[in-house]
């Protein structure tokens, strides 16, 4: 009957959850191997940043056990270290695929609003002109003062009122253009 109780115990013990040590700034983290994971970075009570040395992770106070050492983790560095690698390049082809689909859409907008006769404003929201012609690679636009002013494509974007913008404000371009004795 003793061994009975006993054996009711060890399970109760094992079915309740290890009381999360209180992570202080500096403790180190140790894997279930009982190897050095990282230390804390910060913990505001509801998550602890580890640093393994290699990467920074805000985890659950949760999530954290406790053994003899200090703070534990059900994990070793190298797996966690693992996860985290996948999880930022997982970040990363995001970040890439967002950036890929910004620059089609800028791309397309400008191969829309780039017509003759699509008025073009600098970055500073002054008037240039209108687009007089398209030659290849560079925009002729024709001023109100009949000035012409060639800008290669790629220094111009669609703006949303469906125009185009320069990326150069209005000085830097007469500037640009008295330099070259336009």
């Known amino acids: 009957m003793k061994f009975a109780k006993l054996a009711i115990l060890a399970s109760a013990i094992a079915a309740t959850p290890i ?8 403790d180190t983290v140790y894997g279930n191997d009982g190897n050095p ?20 992770a805000s985890l659950p106070v949760s999530a954290f ?4 050492k200090g703070p ?11 996860q985290l690698a996948a999880a930022q390049a997982q970040q990363e082809a995001a970040i890439a695929e967002a950036k890929a689909k910004a620059e089609a859409e800028a791309a397309a907008a400008l191969q829309a609003a780039l017509v003759v006769g699509a008025p073009v404003i600098t970055a500073d929201s002054q008037a240039l002109g209108m687009v007089d012609e398209i030659a290849g690679e560079n925009v002729v636009i024709k001023g109100e003062d009949e000035m012409l002013v060639t800008l290669p494509v790629n220094l111009l974007i669609a703006n949303p009122d469906g125009g185009l913008m320069a990326l150069a404000n209005h000085a830097d371009i007469l500037a640009a ?6």
């Open 19 to 26: 009381a999360a040590h209180a992570q202080s700034v500096g």
């Open 37 to 56: 994971i990282g230390t804390i970075d910060s913990n505001d009570g509801t998550n602890a940043v580890i640093n393994t040395g290699k990467y920074t």
């Open 65 to 68: 056990g406790t053994s003899e």
């Open 72 to 82: 534990t983790l059900n994990l070793t560095k190298t797996a966690v270290e693992a």
């Open 177 to 182: 253009l008295q330099a070259v004795g336009g």
